[in-house]
């Protein structure tokens, strides 16, 4: 019997930013790295410990990155500002926008075919990929962006300040196509201040377009729905995770920061990682934890479910939590894939 958990023997040289799947290839796995590069693996052969198929280099640390289209194109952010397409069968590389900052995050919306990459100069950028001739259009943002997470009709983005604006996928799509470069002046379809009091690290939609949740830095995660009746906007909630009892034993718990999560692509539920070196799956509808996994050697940067969620990846390296602000990384940074029973990621419905 296989184990239900394998680590990649190639990992990067420095700490994961973020980790994506490809959207049709359910073991293709694409890895951003502090190290400057980004890494395309096959995790089939669990037994090799998966297998590196190409790296791909950056002038500067890579922030994020996601795929495109299909399963041989990708976009990456980073903190050389820019914003670049590659084709991951030829590596050619092909700068999409430049910020005025680094880069911190970028997604990409099958059914609209849109770009949209956020930057520390707080704006965003829209890229209309159904017309390659067409210049990005920018939209301004009232604070810096930590986190972007999109459903098929909307656009999440969690910014400083506890701010939280929510787009329409449909109504930005058609002002881009007709903007041709220039700046929209754009109000978000809803406003929102977020449930937590302190800075957002996370957000990750629900894949059925019902909602989404955020995480902070002080162990907290909320999730709230799109539904802006009463009814529905009761629903939301706010609770305490990643936290350890302090070792001294005067009764205080060390809090750690969530710094990522991801929703299962068929369950509502989702996986939080947290400084504290645990992945914690929970029902978000039933307010219930299903499970938490046995802790790792230092910190949850990402996490990532597959196409069909039988797959979790985990991006563990030592953070800034452990007071090692001189850290390489090297030697230190692991990718886990958890493989998952048909149940496990399931609700139990509630108590």
């Not at 922030?63 to 041989?72: Q, T």
């Not at 506890?162 to 007709?178: D, N, P, W």
């Not at 034993?249 to 645990?278: E, K, M, Q, R, W």
Request: with cysteine; glycine share 6%.
């Amino acid at each position: 019997m296989a184990p239900a958990q394998f680590e990649l023997l190639q990992p990067p040289a420095d700490a994961v930013s973020s980790l994506k799947f490809a959207p049709n290839s359910p073991t293709r796995l694409l890895v951003s790295s502090w190290d400057k590069h980004i890494y395309l693996y096959d995790t089939q052969d669990q037994e090799a410990g998966g297998k590196l198929i190409e790296k791909y280099e950056h002038r500067a640390p890579v922030l994020d990155v996601c795929f495109g289209a299909d399963d041989n194109e990708a976009f990456s952010a980073g903190m050389d500002w820019q914003v670049k397409k590659i084709n991951l069968e030829t590596g050619e590389q092909t700068v999409m926008s430049a910020h005025g900052a680094p880069v911190k995050s970028v997604v990409y919306s099958k059914e609209h075919s849109l770009l949209i990459s956020s930057s520390w100069d707080s704006t965003l950028h829209f890229h209309d990929l159904s017309n390659p001739n067409a210049t990005h259009s920018t939209i301004t943002l009232p604070a810096k962006p930590h986190s972007l997470s999109l459903t098929s009709s909307k656009l999440v983005v969690a910014m400083s300040s506890r701010l939280v604006y929510i787009y329409q996928l449909s109504v930005t799509s058609l002002l881009t196509s007709q903007a041709n470069g220039s700046t929209l002046e754009l109000k978000p379809w809803q406003q929102r201040e977020s449930s937590l009091k302190f800075m957002t690290r996370a957000v990750s939609c629900m894949p059925n377009d019902d909602g989404y949740a955020t995480s902070s830095i002080e162990g907290r995660v909320a999730v709230e729905w799109f539904d802006p009746s009463t009814e529905s906007q009761a629903r939301k909630y706010a609770f305490k995770c990643h936290r350890q009892p302090d070792p001294e034993g005067d009764g205080t718990d060390i809090v750690y920061p969530v710094n990522a999560l991801a929703f299962h692509p068929n369950f509502n539920s989702f996986a939080s990682g947290g400084g504290d070196g645990i992945v914690a799956l929970w029902d978000a509808v039933a307010k219930r934890r299903i499970r938490q996994y046995q802790k790792y050697s230092s910190s949850i940067a990402a996490l990532c479910f597959n196409s069909d969620g039988k797959y979790l990846a985990v991006g563990i390296c030592p953070g800034f939590e452990n007071g090692q602000e001189d850290y390489s990384g090297e030697g230190e940074t692991h990718v886990y894939i958890r493989e998952l029973s048909d149940t496990e990621a399931k609700g139990k419905g509630p108590k």
